[in-house]
């Protein structure tokens, strides 16, 4: 019993030790005010999922569903809401924002699709949706 406890706790330290392969996917969330909420699901392999926050009352939610897709966020205000659905290969959507009370929702279905967006003051909402193959969109505003 003690042996066989010895080794697994060996193989899981091993395990644990293990760089991560390359086709791993990756999610990053970095919140520095208070009630701000992330979440994110990926399936598949190489995709990254950003996120970051700093202001108060924030959510963001990031799907992924395929291969070498990239998800961002941003935001640093308050009351803003950004989501990212990405189903396919190689599709990059964006989301910045700054002020507050901002709305933005970008759905990518496909492969090689680019989608971006800024958002500065506040009240501002914007939403891409793309399907099939070699799109670009790039939202501005200056919503007061």
């Known amino acids: 019993m003690t042996r066989t406890l010895f080794i697994a706790t060996a193989v899981a330290a091993l395990i644990g030790l293990s760089p991560v392969p390359t086709m791993a996917n990756q999610i990053n969330i970095e919140q520095f005010g208070w009630s701000n909420s992330a979440g994110g699901a990926q399936t598949g392999n190489r995709n990254r999922i950003g996120i970051y926050q700093d202001g108060r009352g924030n959510t963001s939610v990031s799907q992924q569903r395929g291969r ?8 640093n205000g308050r009351r803003n ?3 990212t659905y990405q189903r396919g290969r190689n599709n990059a959507a964006g989301i910045a924002q700054f002020g507050a009370n ?8 496909g492969n090689r699709n680019v989608a971006a967006s800024v958002q500065t003051g506040r009240g501002c909402d914007a939403q891409v949706s793309q399907s099939g193959r ?3 969109a790039a939202t501005v505003q200056d919503c007061r």
């Open 68 to 75: 070498g897709n990239l998800g961002v966020t941003g935001q």
């Open 81 to 83: 809401h950004a989501d």
């Open 134 to 136: 070699g799109n670009v």
């Open 102 to 109: 901002h709305n933005a929702i970008m759905t990518q279905d």
